[in-house]
């Protein structure tokens, strides 16, 4: 049971409101323009993702047509992005499988989802959430932190949160979850010097109140010296 979940969602919603959304949320509700900005995502900043998705979309923007592209076309158009190289062999196999397998079109559970080389978890209930709009919850760097620096969860690893907060999370806050804590993430509760001082959320915080404490210590130290 999550303490005052409704108020802190609100709280959440109301922090979040200034900040541009995540890179992901604005592209078109195209699954296969979703799931393949997503693997270009994966441990590539937003700011990156979104012109080097843009430039590779304008090479090819379906299944077919990346399949039968060069893969040194996809490098090519790609190369901005981290590990381009075995992000470009993915690609262009995962279209391979869609064209041969499905039809050219991505599937929208998480079960088949999984089956590709490359997709974890986090990838495809982006993918089911984004653009298919149905429940998943999906969980990254920012959606691990914040939600064990609330309390929701204690846990080591992003999988272990999905599963956790799939138990106590009401259902109507699954797809929002993700939208809610990263923007909250990349601009507020960041992983190092966090605005815990402005922070509205901070009397359900595990983790503001002492860093608050050794950052004020820190400040009347170095006064004392």
Request: proline share 4%; hydrophobic share 35%; glycine share 4%.
């Amino acid at each position: 049971m999550i303490k005052d979940l409704d108020e802190q969602i609100k709280l959440l919603r109301k922090e979040v409101k200034r900040f541009e959304d995540p890179v992901l949320e604005q592209f078109d509700q195209n699954p296969f323009h979703v799931l393949i900005s997503c693997i270009l995502s994966l441990r590539t900043r937003d700011e990156t993702t979104e012109p080097v998705s843009h430039r590779l979309f304008a090479l090819a923007d379906n299944p077919w047509d990346i399949a039968k592209l060069d893969i040194r076309k996809i490098e090519k158009a790609i190369y901005s992005v981290n590990f381009y190289k075995t992000k470009a062999r993915r690609i262009k196999d995962i279209c391979k499988i869609l064209v041969e397998k499905y039809d050219s079109k991505v599937p929208d559970t998480i079960e088949e989802l999984l089956k590709f080389k490359g997709v974890g978890r986090k990838t495809a209930n982006i993918v089911v959430t984004c653009a298919y709009n149905k429940d998943g919850i999906a969980v990254d760097t920012h959606v691990n932190r914040i939600s064990n620096r609330l309390g929701w969860v204690d846990t080591k690893n992003a999988d272990q949160t999905e599963m956790e907060l799939r138990k106590i999370l009401p259902k109507k806050y699954w797809i929002d979850t993700n939208y809610l804590f990263v923007k909250f993430g990349q601009n507020f509760c960041k992983p190092i010097n966090p605005s815990c001082e402005k922070c509205s959320l901070i009397k359900y915080c595990n983790f503001g109140p002492g860093y608050l404490a050794t950052k004020l210590e820190k400040l009347n130290t170095n006064k004392n010296k």
